[in-house]
């Protein structure tokens, strides 16, 4: 065989390598809710789908974008304008009154989150620029009514779509549980409920439901008015597969369906090298290091506010070293490391470090959690508060109250977490058990949503995802049996009555 035969053999094969690679690569477009760590955990997922071989997309906010915060190597970015939500939905509406001392106003917040998602879909040219990438698979957020809007999208294209969420929310995936066992992540309560408590729990579940068509029912509508109607319960209840931020060593024991898949810690990962500014500090810090972190949640924090709790807390620490992600210039930069931006999973990584001081939003826990670091929660508002309450029932760490919170607290927890072997040891173990049944959570994300795009999750789908919320909550059979029971109770009373009224005909007249 000639040279040039040989050429020509090897080019053809490696032509159909790169025909057969192409063949299986498809289209993923990613759109999180406009808020940093949303964008994280997505950014994370896409990543692992592009190391698969997959082309991926992430639709972000401007105000996402212009914060940055993660990392987008690898990804195709499609912007579109909308509100900063930190800064103008979430900071008036709960974060100011907190710091202020008075109660946060979540009407306010509920309303202001609906206008951005009434921002977004109307938004022609970025739809436009969506469809264009003829994406084989649309990843949205199933954390809250108002982002699962984003699969609207979705629908208008005719593409299948997938959903990732933080939290159990078991009527919207039409997985069968009791409230009994089955604690709401809006209500801080664990597993194990007194009588009230499970009052409580079906309580907010019931009003969840009646809750939900009020606001966002007809979204369909409104943003596809050429598309066949479908409530949006009925849409979202059609995704391909879910992929949900929890699992049974942080959060409790759930039950699920073959397509809702239970993948904590999305956004932990095994630790990359430290910066150099961080690596110093953490490396001088034999004693241990606090952790501090709020997310975005901080960095609008007042000063003085900032001042007069955090820092004068920290600097009676005494030995523990201290780094923040916040604004505020350090009072004392050998001991006490500001930053406007943390690498915050690696640096937990970090042998050195001790304590985790957190807000307990869902992406944190889980990194303190895979790096084996005990925490003290500091929740302020939404599903932070059951996150908390998780936390401190499996012995990670212990909570403290925002409001009324003084230095002498928050310094006597710091001390007690950090000292305390029990802390660490518990959160050791539930660690390399979490990472002997889950590995690297990106990945496992990543494979379940090439497998639906593979094999389609309609094999896994439960007869209960296709009915409407009436049918599956069998309203429709109980009105019948309650018709039926009603009018057994009245025609019982209507058959003593007329024997009665016999029985008094017949009888007879005394002398």
Request: with cysteine; proline share 7%.
């Amino acid at each position: 065989m000639s040279t040039s035969q040989s050429l020509v053999k090897a080019l053809a094969a490696v032509l159909l390598l790169c025909y057969l690679q192409g063949a299986g690569a498809k289209r993923v477009m990613f759109m999180p809710m406009p808020i940093t760590s949303h964008a994280v955990l997505h950014a994370n997922v896409a990543r692992a789908l592009k190391d698969l071989g997959h082309e991926v997309w992430l639709v972000l906010g401007s105000a996402v974008l212009s914060k940055g915060g993660f990392n987008k190597e690898g990804i195709n970015v499609i912007e579109f304008p909308v509100m900063n939500f930190d800064d103008e939905v979430l900071y008036p509406g709960v974060l100011e009154p907190l710091y202020a001392g008075q109660k946060p106003d979540f009407g306010f917040l509920a309303e202001l989150s609906f206008r951005i998602y009434d921002s977004v879909l109307p938004n022609k040219t970025l739809f436009s620029e969506m469809k264009a990438v003829k994406p084989d698979l649309f990843v949205v957020d199933d954390v809250s009514d108002g982002a699962r809007m984003f699969s609207v999208f979705a629908y208008k294209m005719g593409v299948p779509f997938a959903c990732i969420d933080f939290t159990f929310e078991p009527f919207a995936r039409r997985v069968p549980f009791s409230p009994a066992v089955t604690p709401s992540y809006l209500i801080p309560i664990e597993q194990h409920m007194t009588f009230t408590e499970r009052l409580e729990n079906t309580v907010f579940y019931l009003f969840g439901l009646l809750d939900n068509p009020f606001f966002y029912s007809d979204a369909v509508a409104r943003y596809a008015p050429e598309m066949p109607y479908i409530s949006l319960d009925t849409l979202i209840a059609r995704a391909e597969i879910w992929l949900l931020q929890i699992d049974h060593i942080l959060d409790y024991p759930n039950p699920t369906l073959p397509n809702v898949k239970l993948i904590g810690g999305i956004a932990a990962s095994p630790a990359k090298p430290l910066p150099s500014r961080f690596q110093s500090f953490m490396d001088r810090a034999k004693d241990g290091v606090l952790i501090v972190s709020f997310g975005s949640r901080l960095q609008g924090m007042p000063d003085d506010f900032g001042e007069r709790l955090f820092m004068a807390a920290f600097q009676q620490l005494k030995k523990i070293r201290v780094v923040i992600k916040s604004n505020p210039t350090s009072p004392d930069p050998d001991k006490i490391l500001t930053s406007s931006w943390i690498p915050q999973n690696d640096l937990l990584a970090h042998p050195n470090t001790k304590v985790f001081l957190t807000h307990c939003g869902t992406s944190g826990q889980y990194q303190a959690l895979y790096h084996a670091v005990p925490m003290v929660g500091l929740p302020l508002f939404y599903d932070q508060f059951y996150n908390a309450q998780r936390m401190k029932v499996k012995g990670f760490g212990k909570v403290v109250n925002f409001q009324g919170l003084t230095v002498s607290q928050l310094v006597d927890v710091i001390d007690e977490v950090a000292s305390d072997p029990r802390y660490k040891q518990t959160i050791t173990r539930a660690s390399t058990l979490f990472r002997e049944q889950f590995g690297v959570p990106a990945e496992r994300a990543a494979y379940w949503l090439d497998h639906v795009m593979k094999y389609g999750g309609s094999y896994m789908r439960s007869a209960g995802q296709e009915m409407p919320l009436y049918q599956y909550l069998l309203l429709d059979v109980m009105a019948v049996i309650g018709g039926v029971v009603v009018f057994c109770i009245i025609l019982s009373c209507v058959l003593i009555r007329c024997m009665i009224r016999l029985c008094s005909r017949k009888k007879p007249k005394l002398d």
